[in-house]
């Protein structure tokens, strides 16, 4: 009832730029935080940014200063741009969001996941 479908993963080299996005569908009362997580191979699932309803940021330290996470509360939708891109940046990509499912008279809470999409840093 509620899917995430992200967009904008590829391949860019050493020092480029990516903008991911994430689109909520379905039937959302509300949107609590959005996030990106991402995973490399061999590695386990990091957390990457997140940002609060009120658009309260918090990044993972190897990402300071070259990510920035915003949001569209009108369009449901979360993003990732991405400068300033390393090879160890490259990984597959999950969206995250904590969404309220339904009417104001009936909902649940869940936590939903998008597919996933690669990014790949290499010249």
């Known amino acids: 009832q509620v899917q995430l479908v992200e967009s904008g993963g590829g391949l860019v080299q050493p020092g480029g730029s990516l903008r991911l996005s994430c689109a909520a569908s379905g039937s959302i009362f509300s949107i609590n935080a959005m996030g990106w997580y991402r995973q490399a191979p061999g590695k386990e699932r990091e957390l990457v940014a997140r940002?609060?309803?009120?658009?309260?940021?918090n990044y993972a330290d190897s990402v300071k200063g070259r990510f920035t996470i915003s949001r569209d509360n009108a369009k449901n939708t979360v993003y990732l741009q991405m400068n300033s891109l390393k090879p160890e940046d490259t990984a597959v990509y999950y969206c995250?969001?904590?969404?309220?499912?339904?009417?104001?008279?009936?909902?649940?809470?869940?936590?939903?996941w998008g597919q996933g999409t690669q990014v790949t840093v290499s010249s």
């Open positions: 940002i609060t309803s009120g658009g309260g940021t």
């Open positions: 995250n969001a904590g969404i309220y499912n339904g009417t104001y008279y009936k909902k649940l809470y869940s936590d939903y």
